[in-house]
């Protein structure tokens, strides 16, 4: 599939509901592999106070947005956040992509390569200055495991839980 044109840019306080309504469908989208992820409704406001007291306008946490230039309609998203080093482990300060979502009607057109590619611009800057940075996929989700790698991504861990 063709390449949309789009434009990545950092989402301000206006955006809010438009994220909500993309997280959203990013719920549905996860709950398809774990019901856990299912989308709470009274979290909207909670999520809403995160995104502004925490993200916008922070040195160290951001949401990205990719809007088409036609006619600005949103078509991903990205959370991006810088995690502390660790105080045993050799693992320095990294990038944290806690959630990168493209609607289904919209994939496979490079949507999802622009928000990674100004997410680590985002994460090499000063005062970030980070080596590297990493991202989640939920067990089952092939077809994201898939994108990353294609992007560069290397897995580099398995999580493990036990229901109790």
């Given at each position: 599939?063709?390449?949309?044109?789009?434009?990545?840019?950092?989402?301000?306080?206006?955006?809010?509901?438009?994220?909500?309504?993309?997280?959203?469908?990013?719920?549905?989208?996860?709950?398809?592999?774990?019901?856990?992820?299912?989308?709470?409704?009274?979290?909207?406001?909670?999520?809403?106070?995160?995104?502004?007291?925490?993200?916008?306008?922070?040195?160290?946490?951001?949401?990205?947005?990719?809007?088409?230039?036609?006619?600005?309609?949103?078509?991903?998203?990205?959370?991006?956040?810088?995690m502390g080093d660790h105080p045993i482990f050799q693992l320095p300060n990294h990038g944290y992509v806690h959630g990168l979502f493209?609607?289904?009607?919209?994939?496979?057109?490079?949507?999802?390569?622009?928000?990674?590619?100004?997410?680590?611009?985002?994460?090499?800057?000063?005062?970030?200055?980070?080596?590297?940075?990493?991202?989640?996929?939920?067990?089952?989700?092939?077809?994201?495991?898939?994108?990353?790698?294609?992007?560069?991504?290397?897995?580099?861990?398995?999580?493990?839980?036990?229901?109790?």
């Amino acid at each position: 599939m063709a390449s949309m044109d789009v434009r990545t840019r950092h989402a301000t306080e206006a955006d809010g509901e438009e994220i909500l309504e993309l997280w959203h469908e990013f719920t549905a989208h996860l709950s398809q592999y774990d019901d856990r992820y299912r989308h709470d409704e009274q979290a909207d406001e909670r999520w809403l106070q995160y995104f502004e007291n925490q993200l916008v306008g922070s040195k160290y946490g951001t949401v990205l947005l990719a809007e088409t230039r036609e006619d600005d309609d949103p078509v991903g998203v990205l959370e991006a956040r810088v995690m502390g080093d660790h105080p045993i482990f050799q693992l320095p300060n990294h990038g944290y992509v806690h959630g990168l979502f493209v609607p289904e009607e919209h994939r496979r057109q490079g949507i999802a390569a622009e928000l990674l590619n100004a997410a680590a611009e985002w994460f090499s800057e000063e005062p970030r200055d980070v080596d590297y940075y990493r991202i989640d996929v939920l067990a089952g989700d092939e077809a994201a495991s898939r994108m990353l790698e294609s992007h560069g991504l290397e897995p580099v861990e398995h999580v493990y839980e036990q229901r109790l």
